[in-house]
Every structure is written in C-alpha cells, then in structure tokens.
C-alpha cells in the first residue's frame, strides 16, 4: 500500500517561509513525477508545481521566484520550500504521485498553511 505523508504546514506571516515535505511509503517513488498541490477556501484544488523524476521542476506563474520543489530519491521525499508567503498563498496543500508505468494516482492527507497579514 502507497501512503504519501506531508508535514510542514503551520501559520505564519506574511513574507515568512515554511517547507513543506512529503514522504512517501513504498516503491513507487523513483518511477513518480510528483506535485504539490492546493485548495484554498471556496475554490477548487489547483496545481502549485511539478517535479519530474530526473528532478525538471515547473510551476503556476503566481509562484515561481518564491517557491522551490525539490525532491530526493533516495530519501523517497519531496519538498516544497516556500518563501515570501502571502495571505493568498493560504489553502491546503497536497502532495500528488503519478506514476510513470500506468498513471496510477496517489494523494497525501493535506497539511494546512494559513498565511496571516
């Protein structure tokens, strides 16, 4: 069974930081390109950014510059390290696994980051 555990969330103010990390159980790491993404309030759940396996990241427009994915392999772990945080960037967030072979879909639990003014 995959399970894909993220930690990291919390609140904090606005232009603070937090990373973000999710681990993920089983073997399915190596051969998954895997994401980060967020609901806010109200609205529908939306990709933040995207790390293939070899490690090529790409992001929605209203993050690049400030946040960074990563990931490491041999710790089965990725990263999301946030910087310049703002109110807006509040919402759930959700580590995402696709994999390769057959695009079977995995989902974390969510951890919440509240970005107060």
């Known amino acids: 069974q995959v399970l894909l555990v993220e930690s990291g969330g919390g609140l904090v103010q606005a232009g603070g930081s937090l990373r973000l990390s999710c681990v993920s159980s089983?073997?399915?790491?190596?051969?998954?390109?895997m994401a980060w993404y967020r609901q806010a309030p109200g609205k529908e759940r939306e990709l933040v950014a995207i790390?293939?396996?070899?490690?090529?990241?790409n992001y929605i427009s209203s993050v690049k510059d400030r946040f960074t994915i990563s990931r490491d392999n041999a710790k089965n772990t990725m990263y999301l390290q946030m910087n310049s945080l703002k109110p807006e960037d509040t919402a759930v967030y959700y580590c995402?696994?696709?994999?390769?072979?057959?695009?079977?879909?995995?989902w974390g639990q969510g951890t919440l980051v509240t970005v107060s003014q």
């Open positions: 089983g073997s399915i790491f190596n051969g998954a390109i």
């Open positions: 995402h696994a696709r994999l390769m072979s057959n695009s079977t879909q995995y």
């Open positions: 790390i293939t396996s070899g490690g090529i990241p």
